[in-house]
């Protein structure tokens, strides 16, 4: 039966801390490689701008039950484009389904940008989700997308590329 490394001598222990410092230097010099090769996406911008990286990173979000974000942010993107007939329809189904506080896909805003919200929702314009989609998408860079690529999802990006 195996003892653990407390059984084997300082001097085994200690080479094999060093050989773990060592390879856990070269698999992040490795990753850093593969992004200044381009083959990783280099940031959520890009990643979002690529039809078939864009699936593969709302497949990561749903893996882990947080897909909400990106389905917002997709959301608004739709909504920008929208013709101004269809921008209340649009803008009140997104409030619903993202912003009010007893929303199904409600997402992580602080409360005076729900308010700022909440205050248009009777007359919406163009710009009525910008400030709301931006905190959502700095939330994903700054959260979702470094847990993404170190995911085997990222390999998946990769071909996509």
Not at 47 to 63: A, E, I, M, P
Not at 92 to 114: G, Q
Request: net charge neutral.
């Amino acid at each position: 039966m195996c003892k653990g490394l407390s059984s084997l001598p300082s001097s085994c222990r200690e080479k094999a801390k060093e050989m773990r410092v060592k390879l856990s230097h070269l698999a992040e010099n490795h990753h850093k490689q593969k992004v200044q090769d381009g083959k990783l996406p280099q940031d959520l911008e890009t990643l979002l701008n690529n039809k078939g990286g864009l699936q593969v990173f709302l497949g990561f979000l749903r893996s882990e039950f947080s897909e909400e974000n990106l389905e917002f942010w997709l959301a608004c993107e739709d909504y920008r484009v929208s013709p101004s007939s269809l921008q209340k329809t649009k803008a009140s189904s997104i409030y619903n389904l993202f912003i009010n506080p007893d929303a199904p896909k409600e997402v992580n805003l602080d409360a005076e940008t729900r308010e700022a919200l909440l205050t248009v929702m009777d007359s919406p314009g163009v710009d009525t989700f910008c400030m709301a989609q931006q905190r959502i998408y700095s939330l994903m860079a700054k959260d979702s997308f470094p847990r993404f690529l170190r995911s085997h999802h990222c390999m998946e990006a990769i071909k996509a590329f």
